[in-house]
């Protein structure tokens, strides 16, 4: 059974920084990418980050360049967010979901097919 585990979350102050973990259950990440997404109450869903399963290749949304960081430990089968210097505007609940896009539809939830619970992240200014 395909699981995503989605953690980390919290209350930060602006400028702080968290690391947001997605453990995967009933797949590899050699075989399936990864990407975060973020939704803020009244706002569309939108990409945050992706990693691809076979090359490692890492994308990020302009509003988290030089910001954030995906990374992925194979041996636990986990994908990471770290997120420094975080701001108020990046409150939202982050969700993981598995995918294979190709490189330009990244940002696509359709091109996505499971999802994690999502973990709330809250920047106080």
């Known amino acids: 059974e395909v699981q995503l585990q989605a953690s980390g979350g919290g209350l930060v102050q602006a400028g702080g920084s968290l690391r947001l973990s997605c453990a995967a259950s009933g797949f590899s990440l050699g075989d399936y990418g990864i990407g975060w997404f973020r939704q803020a109450p009244g706002k569309e869903r939108e990409g945050v980050s992706y990693?691809?399963?076979?090359?490692?290749?890492?994308y990020y949304a302009d509003s988290v360049k030089g910001r954030f960081t995906i990374s992925k430990d194979s041996a636990k089968n986990t994908v990471y967010l770290q997120m420094n210097s975080l701001k108020p505007e990046d409150t939202a609940n982050y969700y993981c979901?598995?995918?294979?896009?190709?490189?330009?539809?990244?940002?696509?939830?359709?091109?996505?097919?499971?999802w994690g619970q999502g973990t709330q992240v809250t920047v106080s200014s």
């Open positions: 990693i691809r399963g076979s090359s490692g290749a890492r």
């Open positions: 979901a598995r995918g294979r896009p190709v490189q330009s539809a990244w940002l696509t939830s359709s091109m996505y097919d499971y």
